[in-house]
């Protein structure tokens, strides 16, 4: 595997001027430390991760990484967010939805999956205070009394218990204390927003103490449905969520026990029938984001709930220390919608016949053990090894107008082994390897079909007919990775990586009289190298990764067309290269700038493969076709955006001795983006970009703050999505949002 220069010359340009930007401001800083070197001069906060199962300062770990915390993080769900909210803040990250707030669908470095079934697999792990949240509702639990986002790019498995592709995104909740803390913080906005967050903790007894965080997001519907004539019909939501965690800690021995809730009643994604003309791929004048038009769906409600809870011991021995980490997650519900996003022979536009479709989840059940031995107190090394065991079931029933409603079951055995250890050969040069073994068995079963009124069902005694489905695979995965520290200030590392994901099934078919399909595992080999350092007396960060990756066999949904599938394909390869750069830079103490830009470019690998495109004449396809059917070889991964771009800058005025003024504002751009296997004019799109700003006064004595805040403040209409085999259907992105926050903390 080679990476060659000209592959990143599209992009050269649009990276020397993220660079050169923040290096412009530079020089007055730096002559003012050299005037008066006695002044005490604010540097960059040393941000610590544990995305090698320890607290690390991030400028050490030879992985390409990024965080999210405090203020730029809680920004972003100033106005009751869900987790989309995360896509494109991190360079290299990308999320999406066509399932409302429930069922997200994450990308990084362009690996994904589009598949939006409710027993989708995907090559991204989300990871909840050392739990992997594997299915796509459990992967969308509210985010809420977060201490700090760590999104890890590139395979990885050798440290954590799934075993993952792409990379994972994983979150850390503030955690119980003996010291008291509380902090309550309220939003009122626009749309009939309001948004309440707060936590408590405190010492129970000089072992034990508390945590108590609870959520409440809201939003009135706001969408009117002119064929029922009704008003504010849709586009609201009512989320709560809940988390209590129970720490108990003597002096070589802690338990934390986690107990958290959900509870969502809201609104599935909205769809907009030919939101785009044959032949554009911009918004048309049929679009209106305030009004729609259904006659089927009941206004696209969507409902879930979930519980779950996990307990981790940590015991210490001498040189090591034991953890165990159980958890168990349950989840269950249901959404509804109108997929045409219109009225057939009405609109707008054509629309050939009605498509309405609701899903549900039934009965999830999720058990994880994960046990872990970790060196202490090593002089040049360090080593960890462990066990994960995952055991998952569940029902998904798909009802739909023709078919009547069928359910399919899904059940996931895997257990693995896995280590890593790392060893200083210098006091500059540090070598890391890890290996893991991964077993993984599903097993698929059709249940019954059930008529719904007047649901016409053909061929309904043949879905008895298709066999269950047993699948399973083992291999082996690993990494090996080098560090070399430059200076104290700087270091390089290098990284390869091979990783597994296993067979998946897809079962939706079944419930349109298909037969179910399966995906073979697919393999991935990963190579990087970067650099990272703090300039100017640490008044500047600047972190680099270049990197190139080719996947065997990889796992694709084939979604939509004329056939009107979710079949699960093999291409023969898919390969992916490019670069990610964060910057972080404080201009001066008042001046806070940061700065992302990913460049990723995918290609599919396969010179037979071909995919069912939109019908004749609704969509410009632009891939050579065979029999009908789009021939996908060199085309980009769907949803996987070739740029992505994000800049964020504080800038505060003291307000006497008590407190400061503040302005934040927070943007991000997407680049050039296909929506599908197969290539058309109307589902490529590019120039997405959505704006923040936050207004307001903190009080560092009262321990208070208040703020006006607006997100997309352009007011942007960005296309998320689209559906094919109707129309030309889309989904955007939320409207604009203005209001008032106030938070107060309390000691």
Known sequence: MKITDNIFSPTKTAAALCIQAVLAATPALAQQDQGDSSKDTKVLEQITVTAQKRTQSIQEVPISIATLSGEKFENMFSAGEDILALASRVPGLYAESSNGRAAPRFYIRGLGNTDFDLAASQPVSIIMDEVVMENVILKSFPLFDVERVEVIRGPQGTLFGRNTTAGIIKFDTVKPSQDFDAVLETALGTLGTLNVEAAIGNGITDELSFRLSVLSQNRGDWIDNEYTGEKDAMGGFHENAARLQLLYELDDFSALLNLHTRDLNGTSSIFRANGVDTGSNKLNDS????????????????????????????????????????????????????????????????????????????????????????????????????????????????????????????????????????????????????????????????????????????????????????????????????????????????????????????????????????????????????????????????????????????????????????????????????????????????????????????????????????????????????????????????????????????????????????????????????????????????GNYEGGLRIGYENFVDEYSVALFGRNITDRDNIRGAIDFNNNTVFVNDPRIFGIEFRKNFY
């Open 287 to 686: 679009y209106d984001r305030d009004r729609v038009s259904y006659n089927q769906g009941d206004n696209n409600f969507q409902r879930y709930n979930g519980d779950g809870a996990s307990l981790k011991l940590d015991k210490e021995f001498d040189g090591f220390t034991l953890t165990s980490i159980s958890a168990y997650e349950t989840a269950d519900g249901r959404g509804k919608g109108d997929i045409d996003g219109g009225v057939a022979g009405e609109g707008p536009g054509f629309i050939p016949f009605d498509a309405v479709t609701e899903d549900r989840l039934e009965d999830l059940k999720q058990f994880t053990q994960e046990i872990r031995f970790a060196s202490s107190g090593t002089d040049g090394y360090d080593w960890q090894f462990g066990g994960f065991y995952f055991d998952s079931s569940f029902g998904v029933t798909s009802v739909d107008g023709f078919f009547g409603a069928t359910t399919v079951f899904h059940e996931n055995l895997t257990w693995a082994l896995f280590g890593q250890g790392s060893y200083e050969l210098s006091d500059k040069l540090t070598l890391t390897g890890g290996v893991r073994y991964t077993y993984d068995e599903k097993d698929f079963r059709v249940g019954d079909q059930n008529v719904d009124g007047f649901a016409l069902v053909i061929g309904a005694a043949q879905i008895q007919d298709y066999e269950d489905i047993n699948v399973d695979d083992n291999q082996v995965s690993w990494e090996l990775s080098a560090n070399y520290q430059i200076s104290s200030d700087s270091m390089v590392f290098g990284r390869i990586a091979r990783g597994f994901r296993a067979q998946t099934i897809q079962g939706r078919d079944v419930a349109f009289e298909a037969p179910p399909s399966v995906a073979d595992s697919e393999t991935i080999d990963s190579i990087e190298f970067g650099f990272k350092s703090d300039f100017l007396q640490d008044t500047l960060r600047l972190n680099t990764a270049i990197f190139y990756y080719q996947i065997d066999d990889i796992q694709l949904s084939a979604i939509g067309g004329e056939t009107q599938g979710n079949q699960l394909i093999n291409a023969d390869k898919g390969n992916g290269k490019g670069f990610e750069v964060d910057i972080e830079y404080l201009a001066s103490d008042n001046l806070t700038l940061t700065a992302g830009y990913s460049y990723n470019d995918t290609e599919l690998d396969d010179a037979t493969l071909t995919v069912a495109p939109c019908g004749s004449g609704q969509c410009t396809v632009l891939d050579p076709l065979v029999d009908g059917n789009a021939l996908i070889d060199g085309n980009p991964f769907p949803q996987a955006p070739k740029t992505i771009f994000n800049i964020t800058a504080r800038y505060t005025m003291p307000m006497g001795d008590d407190g400061e003024l503040f302005v934040y504002t927070d943007w991000a751009w997407q680049g050039d983006t296909n929506l599908f296997l197969y290539e058309a004019e109307e589902f490529n799109i590019s």
